[in-house]
């Protein structure tokens, strides 16, 4: 089993849905990231979490740790939106442990 | 500059080539970090740089060798690889010398690496 695992592994949905990507760990984190990887592979760093709740334009992240689990939410999604979303986890000096994505695809 | 520039974009070489992949950042990080990324998978860490001295090496064969020249600079050195070495290589830097999990780390664009 993975450490980190996300779901779904793929995702397709209409412009303007609300969309929710999903990621459970396994370990003890200092802080856990969501990551966004367009075709041609450029990765953005959108979030880094360690409690609580991030908010930024349309995207908004949550992060139980009591739970061990993070969401992604896309609040009125658009195509520019379709991307791979990566979460990743770590403690403080060590390196990231990486989930295997969330292929997202906003169809017009 | 607040951003991490690789070169070259694309890269296509032979088993008995020697070649080297260049990051670039101005923005004061003081670690950087070179992974590399399969089609369909997420990035792998290779190197992590922390004030230019190298910290973390996960187990990579020799055929790769890190150069970190100066603050600004990351090199990946490049000499008889093979077919499976053929993937996207991501230079990353973040801004504290920890060089770990808990630092947003700022990723270049790649280079496509093709080995024949």
């Known amino acids: 089993k993975n450490e980190v695992e996300q779901s779904p592994q793929n995702l397709t949905a209409q412009e303007g849905e609300f969309i929710t990507i999903n990621c459970s760990y396994s370990?003890?984190?200092?802080?856990l990231h969501w990551l966004q990887q367009h075709p041609g592979g450029g990765i953005v760093s959108l979030f880094m979490l360690s409690s609580g709740k991030k908010k930024h334009g349309r995207l908004i992240a949550t992060i139980n740790i009591q739970e061990k689990h993070s969401s992604l939410h896309i609040t009125a999604s658009h195509p520019r939106d379709s991307a791979v979303y990566i979460c990743?986890?770590?403690?403080?000096?060590?390196?990231?442990?990486f989930g295997q994505g969330t292929r997202l695809t906003i169809n017009p | 500059d607040t951003e991490v520039t690789q070169t070259p974009k694309h890269l296509v070489m032979g088993m008995t080539n020697k070649k080297s992949l260049k990051c670039e950042q101005h923005?004061?990080?003081?670690?950087m970090y070179w992974y590399k990324q399969k089609a369909k998978k997420p990035p792998e860490l290779m190197f992590v740089y922390s004030y230019e001295k190298l910290s973390i090496n996960e187990s990579v064969p020799s055929r790769f060798s890190p150069e970190c020249p100066n603050s600004s600079l990351l090199n990946l050195h490049l000499h008889a690889l093979q077919p499976e070495d053929s993937a996207l290589y991501l230079c990353a830097s973040s801004p504290s010398g920890l060089a770990g999990s808990t630092d947003t780390q700022y990723f270049g664009p790649g280079t496509r690496l093709t080995v024949l």
């Open positions: 990743a986890v770590g403690k403080m000096g060590q390196k990231l442990v």
């Open positions: 923005m004061g990080h003081r670690a």
């Open positions: 370990v003890g984190i200092s802080a």
